[in-house]
């Protein structure tokens, strides 16, 4: 019967047992969360915003659903309204809208960001 290095007396245990000892505490650990909140991403509100324009895109994207039904509405009520005159101010009011938006998106998506930042009581996004 072969001796096991435990079995053994101290002197003729090899080193790399005496230089790593058994732990007599538990170990302790940390567990650090991550906390996964959903960021909006610049890009994707640019595209949306110059690829659908009539469909205000790009503020259903940033959860401001009133102001995207309402820039909806502009352009879906302005292009038939048009040929009666009455749309044209409409189909205007929503080209400068969208000139404005331009803007305004960045900022946008910085304040929908912190506020999902706020509401989950996250301290950062994780996004990996």
Same mark, same amino acid.
């Given at each position: ?63 401001? /659903? ?27 009011? +929503? ?9 305004? /998106? ?9 506020? +999902? ?12």
């Amino acid at each position: 019967m072969t001796p096991t290095p435990t079995s053994l007396p101290p002197q003729t245990l090899d080193r790399r047992y005496q230089h790593h000892p058994v732990p007599t505490q538990p170990q302790q650990y940390v567990v650090h969360h991550v906390h996964h909140a959903p960021a909006k991403d610049t890009a994707v509100a640019y595209l949306l915003l110059l690829l659908l324009p009539p469909f205000g895109a790009h503020r259903f994207y940033l959860g401001r /659903t009133g102001s995207a039904i309402t820039q909806l509405l502009l352009w879906l009520l302005g292009v038939p309204l048009s040929f009666f005159v009455i749309g044209v101010p409409m189909l205007f009011a +929503a080209a400068i809208w969208w000139f404005v938006d331009l803007f305004l /998106t960045a900022g946008m998506v910085r304040e929908e960001n912190q506020r +999902a930042l706020t509401r989950t009581g996250g301290t950062g996004f994780y996004r990996g």
